[in-house]
């Protein structure tokens, strides 16, 4: 009942966002269409939402949620920049050679999707095929369910249920590349490396002392197990390119810059994209994840059901393009899961006065029952409007000049955040 429920009250959010997700999907079958139809889309949502918020009445409470939001994207920037640096190191250190060299790990799950090519109808492999959606709908699709406060669709405020969310990717962001880096473990596309990097072919000086002299000699590896010291002599090798980085030259060890890529280190950073190790778990699939359990926590109802659809068609779709192997998305499931559990305490559709009016209620318990004896109708609605008055939100008179600049610098800034997200990320 509770589904059925959510499902009728609101219906508009699912529709726009499953709206965003079919007209984006005529760039692959109309291009022409696509052009005119998701232009006209983003303009009449982006119109829809500016026209409410004169509306609406929760800037007290997004004021509130302004300085997690700021604290939770600082946050999410600092871990983002040091998955940038991890990602580099661990196709740099081993070298090109590495990469196109050793062949994929074992898969199940890509023999699996193989198998059901051969085992499903046409029609179905080729949905399965389809780039329905991708990391940039996932995002816009969260970009949507926040600003459906202004609707009164979802619990606010928006500022905080967007601190959750990007305060839960950093933490995702972090263990994940705290993972990769701990273990590198090869491409499912071997040509990636040389293709996307150019960092040296020949292996890092740490890599030359303590991996290679061992890596394809059963004896050596049992030798060091051994002695537990690097015993192997290091073979000759070019050095590597040193550039002038002043304070961050440090960096030269972990990102191995070579003369054509020139002298910056954050543009090294910039051509990271999503890597191409085996970079466990996906970073994709938890941006899926954690979209579809605010969606699920915050919203409900049989558009949640869809979204859930789309991950795990977007999971397959991982595995089958060779992307990510199987263990990558299915972690980052239960990952992208239990995280958010787990910070609840940013936000939550709970509610927060629910308790300060129960114990107003109980305070007021007995003047209550005096009224309803004496039939004091008017005595009730003053005591019920006491009780009422326990909410932050019902005590605000009505915003100040300073709340309705806020309310704006808000909007303005939430809609540049829209569009950039949209533009950089709109090739997946």
Same mark, same amino acid.
């Given at each position: 009942?509770?589904?059925?429920?959510? %499902?009728?009250?609101?219906?508009?959010?699912?529709?726009? %966002?499953?709206?965003?997700?079919?007209?984006?999907?005529?760039?692959?079958?109309?291009?022409?269409?696509?052009?005119?139809?998701?232009?006209?889309?983003?303009?009449?949502?982006?119109?829809?939402?500016?026209?409410?918020?004169?509306?609406?009445?929760?800037?007290?409470?997004?004021?509130?949620?302004?300085?997690?939001?700021?604290?939770?994207?600082?946050?999410?920037?600092?871990?983002?920049?040091?998955?940038?640096?991890?990602?580099?190191?661990?196709?740099?250190?081993?070298?090109?050679?590495?990469?196109?060299?050793?062949?994929?790990?074992?898969?199940?799950?890509?023999?699996?999707?193989?198998?059901?090519?051969?085992?499903?109808?046409?029609?179905?492999?080729?949905?399965?095929?389809?780039?329905?959606?991708?990391?940039?709908?996932?995002?816009?699709?969260?970009?949507?369910?926040?600003?459906?406060?202004?609707?009164?669709?979802?619990?606010?405020?928006?500022?905080?249920?967007?601190?959750?969310?990007?305060?839960?990717?950093?933490?995702?962001?972090?263990?994940?590349?705290?993972?990769?880096?701990?273990?590198?473990?090869?491409?499912?596309?071997?040509?990636?490396?040389? %293709?996307?990097?150019?960092?040296?072919?020949?292996?890092?000086?740490?890599?030359?002392?303590?991996?290679?002299?061992?890596?394809?000699? %059963?004896?050596?590896?049992?030798?060091?197990?051994?002695?537990? $010291?690097?015993?192997?002599?290091?073979?000759?090798?070019?050095?590597?390119?040193?550039?002038?980085?002043?304070?961050?030259?440090?960096?030269?060890?972990?990102?191995?810059?070579?003369?054509?890529?020139?002298?910056?280190?954050?543009?090294?950073?910039?051509?990271?994209?999503?890597?191409?190790?085996?970079?466990?778990?996906?970073?994709?699939?938890?941006?899926?994840?954690?979209?579809?359990?605010?969606?699920?926590?915050?919203?409900?109802?049989?558009?949640?059901?869809?979204?859930?659809?789309?991950?795990?068609?977007?999971?397959?779709?991982?595995?089958?393009?060779?992307?990510?192997?199987?263990?990558?998305?299915?972690?980052?499931?239960?990952?992208?899961?239990?995280?958010?559990?787990?910070?609840?305490?940013?936000?939550?559709?709970?509610?927060?006065?629910?308790?300060?009016?129960?114990?107003?209620?109980?305070?007021?318990?007995?003047?209550?029952?005096?009224?309803?004896?004496?039939?004091?109708?008017?005595? $009730?609605?003053?005591?019920?409007?006491?009780?009422?008055?326990?909410?932050?939100?019902?005590?605000?008179?009505?915003?100040?000049?300073?709340?309705?600049?806020?309310?704006?610098?808000?909007?303005?800034?939430?809609?540049?955040?829209?569009?950039?997200?949209?533009?950089?990320?709109?090739?997946?």
């Amino acid at each position: 009942m509770r589904f059925l429920a959510a %499902a009728r009250t609101g219906g508009g959010l699912g529709i726009a %966002a499953m709206s965003y997700v079919l007209i984006d999907y005529l760039r692959h079958i109309s291009p022409t269409w696509h052009a005119r139809f998701q232009p006209l889309l983003w303009t009449v949502l982006g119109l829809i939402a500016v026209t409410r918020v004169p509306f609406y009445k929760h800037w007290t409470a997004e004021f509130k949620a302004a300085i997690p939001f700021l604290a939770s994207m600082i946050f999410m920037l600092s871990a983002l920049l040091f998955e940038a640096l991890s990602v580099r190191f661990v196709t740099a250190v081993l070298g090109l050679d590495w990469h196109s060299e050793t062949p994929p790990l074992p898969d199940t799950g890509q023999w699996l999707l193989l198998a059901l090519n051969e085992k499903l109808p046409g029609t179905v492999v080729e949905i399965l095929r389809a780039r329905i959606i991708g990391l940039h709908h996932f995002l816009m699709l969260f970009m949507m369910l926040a600003f459906s406060v202004l609707f009164d669709s979802v619990k606010a405020p928006g500022l905080g249920l967007g601190a959750r969310y990007m305060f839960t990717m950093a933490i995702g962001r972090l263990l994940r590349a705290i993972t990769f880096v701990s273990t590198i473990l090869p491409s499912a596309r071997p040509w990636c490396a040389s %293709a996307r990097f150019q960092v040296p072919n020949y292996p890092h000086s740490w890599a030359q002392k303590y991996y290679v002299p061992y890596a394809e000699d %059963a004896n050596a590896i049992n030798q060091i197990i051994k002695q537990d $010291i690097a015993y192997a002599s290091v073979g000759s090798y070019p050095s590597d390119y040193q550039p002038d980085w002043g304070s961050m030259s440090f960096l030269i060890d972990f990102l191995r810059p070579t003369a054509s890529e020139g002298s910056s280190w954050y543009s090294l950073l910039k051509k990271a994209g999503g890597g191409c190790n085996d970079l466990i778990y996906s970073g994709h699939m938890l941006v899926a994840v954690l979209t579809a359990m605010a969606w699920t926590e915050a919203y409900g109802g049989f558009s949640s059901a869809l979204i859930w659809l789309l991950v795990l068609h977007s999971a397959q779709r991982e595995i089958r393009e060779r992307h990510h192997y199987s263990v990558d998305c299915i972690v980052a499931i239960y990952v992208g899961i239990l995280l958010w559990k787990m910070t609840s305490f940013i936000w939550s559709t709970k509610d927060a006065t629910r308790g300060r009016r129960l114990n107003k209620l109980e305070k007021i318990q007995g003047r209550l029952f005096q009224a309803a004896k004496d039939s004091d109708l008017n005595k $009730i609605k003053q005591l019920l409007k006491e009780v009422e008055l326990g909410s932050p939100d019902s005590q605000r008179k009505g915003p100040s000049k300073g709340m309705w600049l806020f309310a704006c610098a808000t909007i303005f800034s939430a809609l540049t955040i829209v569009l950039l997200a949209f533009t950089w990320t709109s090739d997946g």
